[in-house]
């Protein structure tokens, strides 16, 4: 981590870094922005295909068919390469291009406080000792020490796994993380590491440095080829020697031999290996799985045992209402709506009044969402029995609040609809 001398005194508070520090700063510690490994380039990918010992035993099979005559033969085992290096080639590149749009996970924006005025900037720009604000739903740029806090709570599960926001607070001095997600509340944060020092930095390093194996796929492959390759020089030697202790021209039979040598070679094999993967990738990709490499989903086939930890990293990150106490009794959810009477609509209404979170759903699309995740089961269990977030921003006007605390366990809000009350 970057050493700074942080001054928590009331000029930072106010003013953040003038223009011509975090100038200074930026040279000095660069972008905060994670390092990529250098990009592929589109030649790179489809040389990489023929790098398998199958395809190189094809490669030798086609040359020595062509320079022998046999050019239809040639020709064919030809078209299987590059039908089997094309399909490779397409899978892997859209795959790249897919990864490069899910590496923009860091916040593309972050609102800095420069020369006492907030302003929003790109979050690459941001550098150690800037001045933070943060809002519910705001993605953390850096890392950075809480200054102030008014009920600010965290996603950290991109981090922990921890599904339940975390709440922060200047009282413990408590960290934000970058590429967290604030939920609810407000704050200040002085950013303390940017780019690779920040912990998102570290774990992105130890991926980098995660050297490529070959999968069982390969391994069985490649072992392959090298049997394939043994049996055509045995085949090769034996009938050449044999035709020759025969009396036969020596030439003729070399030929002989590299020609039976070629034929045993299955050509089909790499081709329909490609194919089959292919078809394997597109059923993952419609299950919402990306697969950087073909032979990726045999090794994912072959998997028996899954092991993880207690946290919520296997889950999807989404509560739900099942159940509430209310009026002295238990109601429970039935086909995921709850009874729509009164007393459970004037609880729906309050609760969903005072929430900072916000769920519409959208004739055919996802609903949109943001927020708490709790406060989102809430909104969602609500909207079943037509309490609708939307419609309540329209009709209530927030006045006043007294944030979340752990002490009291609860935050209060006092709002006014529009006809006054």
Known sequence: MQNLNINTGKGILSRGLSEK?????LRKYGYNELAKKSKKSPVMIFAEQFKNLMTMVLIGACLISWFFGEKADSITILVIIVLNSVLGFIQ???????IEALMELSAPTAKVVREGKVTTI???YVVPGDLLVIEAGDRIPAD??????IGLMVDESLLTGESIPVEKSQKNNDW??????????????????????TEMGK?????QDIPDEFTPLQKRLSQLGKYIVAICLIICAVVSITGIIRGEDPYNMFLTGISLAVAAIPEGLPAIVTVALAIGVQRMYKRNALIRKLPAVETLGSTTVICSDKTGTLTQNKMTVKKIYIDGKYVEVHENKFPSNEIIRLLFTSSSVCSDAFYEEKFMSKPEESGDPTEIAILKAAWGTGIKKPELNKEYR?????????????MTVVA??????
């Open 176 to 197: 934000v993380y970058m590429g967290t997600m604030a939920t609810s509340g407000k704050a200040k944060v002085i950013t303390y590491s940017t780019g690779m020092n």
């Open 92 to 98: 892997e590149y859209k795959a790249e291009r897919s």
């Open 21 to 25: 520090e975090a100038l200074e700063k």
């Open 203 to 207: 774990i992105a390093n130890m991926l």
């Open 122 to 124: 790109n979050a690459k």
């Open 144 to 149: 950075g020490i809480v200054l102030e806090s």
């Open 416 to 421: 006014r609809r529009k006809n006054g009350e």
């Open 398 to 410: 927030r006045i006043h609040e007294i944030p979340f605390d752990s002490n009291r366990k609860r």
